[in-house]
């Protein structure tokens, strides 16, 4: 849409006429492409010609593809002075053909066009995000770009055979390949660079992967993946598998030694990183060799496969389709890598976001633990797992739930302590008495995985180890001292009783303070947990002897204030603590499968 100045009459509000302030405005085009045929593409009109250059893509993105006429962008020195002599592609219709555009290979600046333009709107209408730094950045694409050689005196070399995005520019750099040779500019290709600029926008606050040895090597995988998915997501009849097919294929997925890559960690082509420093002439320790390790896992998860791999180990593996696939990997680069990631690290980072989305044990977790064991990452799929989020304690009733494979039957053991009610993958234990059982789930063979069960021990009810009375003894007779009562299990309704002769002088929470008379016994707390009242005790006995303490009986303790965030939690809570006076705030982290009681003490009063 234009804008400008627009006037309007003072004497009736009518409108005159618009002076635009520009004169360019986006215009809906056709591009006949080298490598895709003839697609849609979105130019803009200035003057009398039309441009590839779109304003506000996605509601903020520019796009534009300009023509670098073969000068280099070897130094920084280059890229100062040559960038901005790029001159804009023009046409007279901006219906773009090939015929108008086979000079020089020009026809090539209609797939980086369309290319930036779809990389832009997969990324947007699958994850919401706004350009490579999901903050709405411009995209440029410099066609035609030349190079120097790796001699001393740097040569240019026009016809440059590689693409590469610069992270410095934040855009991108198309040579036209050898004499003969088609241009770098494929759709893989096109998607493959801007994923590296999704790369450098997500991870580590903008340093991306450190662009050498295994890291390195785990950023060309993920830009390879990008490659991959947005190719199957806005073309059909190309060769997903396969990086750069249109041009000559360089990297395969389902066989990565093809191209002399490794397909498992450690295995046949892989680059020994041991005594390996980077440098151009050893590909940065081998980035695009190692990189295929990543390839084909991807490959695994997303199609599923079996075999031996190069370490004799035999996986199977359920494969969940590239866009399951590709949002695993989203999630895993956006949230979970760091500067120095490797691919342990890109595992644990699958797998956490694999349970994030798709729950954990799921069909979709044992894929992706599955196809990293394929390759040499890790171990397989643990199913003893798909039973660590069942809770170990319930009061009442529990649901219990299998995420992945389909469930068969259920079991619980020994009877007569509590009922089993299931249905599917979702089973309810509800409390008949107090008591400890088994329950198990059986499962057929589905998710890549055998038919085999599961089972975890589960307390129903309360037991005498959830809970405990604390103090000292032997104690001195008509002394001041203060025992406290500790739970494991929620509990309410919270008495105290002190043996003949003794006085209780102050209350406060699971604590209280006593003057002791002559007389030995039980401290005895009574509480309600799990529906029903218990009491547990521990045996004082007035002696001679025991610790007297060394300060008076506290004052009526000031208000404070508590607040827990978030609640409930199955990771981490944070606690603050305010008086009027201080505030104190603790992180305290929640270990998978357990449930805690928080006791807060300061140096007198438990909290």
């Not at 600029?197 to 990008?226: F, P």
């Not at 694999?354 to 394929?374: E, M």
């Not at 059982?437 to 129903?460: D, E």
Request: aromatic share 12%.
């Amino acid at each position: 849409s234009l804008s400008g100045i627009v006037y309007v009459s003072a004497a009736t509000g009518e409108f005159l006429y618009c002076q635009p302030d520009r004169k360019e405005t986006n215009a809906p085009g056709t591009a006949q492409t080298m490598y895709s045929g003839t697609r849609n593409i979105t130019g803009d009109l200035n003057g009398s010609s039309y441009r590839l250059r779109e304003a506000s893509r996605n509601g903020t993105v520019n796009v534009k593809t300009l023509n670098l006429n073969q000068r280099p962008v070897y130094y920084v020195s280059d890229v100062t002075a040559n960038l901005p002599l790029a001159v804009d592609f023009t046409d007279n219709n901006n219906a773009w053909t090939a015929a108008e555009m086979a000079t020089n290979y020009d026809q090539a600046a209609l797939d980086a066009h369309w290319g930036a333009e779809m990389t832009l709107d997969y990324f947007y209408s699958t994850f919401g995000r706004n350009s490579y730094d999901d903050a709405g950045g411009e995209l440029t694409s410099y066609v035609h770009v030349g190079y120097r050689d790796n001699t001393p005196a740097h040569n240019i070399i026009v016809n440059w055979a590689n693409a590469s995005w610069s992270d410095g520019e934040k855009c991108m750099f198309y040579g036209d390949g050898p004499f003969g040779n088609p241009p770098f500019v494929a759709l893989d290709i096109c998607a493959h660079e801007i994923g590296h600029g999704v790369c450098y926008g997500s991870v580590a606050n903008g340093l991306g992967l450190d662009y050498q040895r295994e890291s390195g090597a785990l950023a060309e995988s993920l830009s390879d993946i990008w490659g991959a998915v947005i190719e199957n997501w806005a073309t059909t009849g190309k060769q997903t598998w396969l990086m750069g097919e249109d041009i000559g294929a360089s990297r395969s997925f389902i066989d990565p030694g093809t191209y002399g890559q490794p397909d498992t960690y450690g295995g046949s082509s892989w680059i020994d990183l041991t005594s390996c420093t980077p440098d151009d002439g050893n590909d940065r320790c081998g980035v695009h060799e190692n990189s295929g390790v990543g390839n084909h896992w991807f490959y695994l998860l997303a199609m599923g496969g079996s075999g031996v791999n190069d370490l004799g180990n035999s996986y199977t593996v359920a494969g969940i389709g590239i866009a399951n696939a590709a949002s695993i990997v989203y999630q895993m680069e956006t949230n979970y890598l760091l500067h120095e990631s490797g691919y342990t690290d890109a595992r644990n980072g699958a797998i956490a976001a694999a349970a994030s989305i798709f729950g954990a044990g799921s069909c979709q977790q044992i894929a992706v633990t599955n196809a990293w064991y394929a390759v040499g990452v890790g171990a397989a799929f643990d199913v003893a797992s798909m039973s660590a989020s069942w809770v170990s304690k319930i009061c009442g009733s529990g649901t219990f739930t299998v995420a992945g494979p389909s469930v068969t039957s259920w079991t619980v053991s020994p009877a007569g302590i509590a009922t089993l009610s299931a249905s599917g993958n979702s089973a309810t234990l509800s409390r008949i008495t107090d008591g400890y059982v088994t329950l198990t789930a059986n499962y057929g063979s589905g998710c890549g995985l055998s038919a085999s069960s599961i089972s975890k021990g589960i307390q129903i009810g309360w037991t005498s180890a959830d809970s405990y009375v604390s103090g000292p003894t032997p104690v001195y007779a008509s002394t001041f001292y203060f025992y406290d009562f500790h739970s494991y299990v929620p509990y309410s309704n919270l008495t105290w009783d002190v043996p003949s002769g003794w006085t209780i002088t102050n209350t406060l929470l699971t604590r209280i303070w006593v003057t002791t008379g002559t007389t030995s016994g039980d401290v005895t707390a009574t509480f309600l947990a799990c529906g029903a009242y218990h009491d547990q005790w521990m045996r004082v006995n007035i002696g001679t002897g025991g610790p007297i303490p060394p300060f008076a009986p506290p004052p009526p303790p000031e208000k404070i204030n508590m607040n827990i965030y978030p609640n409930p939690s199955d990771d981490q809570i944070n606690v603050i603590l305010q008086t009027s006076e201080t505030t104190v705030e603790k992180a305290v982290k929640i270990p998978a499968d357990r449930e805690i009681i928080l006791e807060l003490y300061d140096s007198q009063v438990s909290l």
